[in-house]
């Protein structure tokens, strides 16, 4: 099944929404470290654990549900 996902982050003023199809795991993870190494960018490395965390919480639940 290839449905769309998001995952989010509130830190201070800003909002990152982050939109990808399923499968597409890799690509995201690669664009939190692009935006985490940008020294202009106000994403660290910190939010990149985070949402690389929230992601891999929501695959481990889609695979207890579907192994149950």
Do not use: C
Not at 21 to 42: H, L, V, Y
Not at 45 to 60: C, I, N, P, T
């Amino acid at each position: 099944m290839n449905t769309t996902r998001q995952l989010s982050l509130v830190k201070g003023h800003h909002r990152y929404v982050f939109r990808y199809r399923s499968g597409r795991e890799p690509d995201i993870i690669a664009a939190f470290a692009s935006m985490a190494s940008d020294p202009g960018s106000d994403f660290d490395w910190f939010d990149a654990a985070v949402l690389s965390y929230q992601m891999g919480r929501r695959l481990e639940m889609e695979l207890e549900t579907t192994t149950t």
